[in-house]
């Protein structure tokens, strides 16, 4: 898929579901509530590629205590809106997270299966503490069993883009999070 023209870009989104104003006040939130939970501990923030890149960004803006950041890569989808079922880590962290609290921080958890096994291989790991910390989460769409510590918003089984998400490498770029129009992909 190559966007030519604005209109093929703009004709997908059906309709903004979060909106700025709301992921902000609710980033906001959660980063005051990780400086309070992990005052005086080794924080590591851990950020799937690519999704979670502007989520990690404006979360990392509100929390007030020392802490680091590393990244991960996790394919699960492809130009697709649905699961592929298979996941492969394509980057891994470059610290060795024994000595860390770490809070993974995701941009959807829709069947659970990404998280589920980037978690088990963390733990595997030995860190001093491991949490998940969810901008989305759409809890109709598990196949496995798998519950976030922290979700922002939880919404209905939309294929959703902006801030962060795609469809086929697009949409990233938008300031919200809008439900994705496939109707007229048919
Ligand atoms: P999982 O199905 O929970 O393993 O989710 C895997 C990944 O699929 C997420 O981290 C997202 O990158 C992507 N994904 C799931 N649902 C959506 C969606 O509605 N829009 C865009 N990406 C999604
Ligand atoms: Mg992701």
Redesign the pocket.
Known sequence: MTITDKSQFTGKIKRVIITEEEICTAVKRAGEMLSREYEDKPLLLVS?LK??FIFLSDLTKEISIPCEVGFMA?K??FAD?A?SGS?TITYDLAQDISNYHVVIV??????????SEVVKMLESRGPLSLKVMTL?D?PD?RVVD?KADWSLFTIPD????GYG???GEYYRNLPYIAE?DSQTDR
Do not use: M, N, P
């Open positions: 799937i999704g979670a996790a699960s989808y809106t699961s996941v995701e941009d959807i958890i829709d069947t659970g299966r990404t998280l989305l759409k769409r798998f939309y294929f959703v883009i998400l795609d469809f994705y």
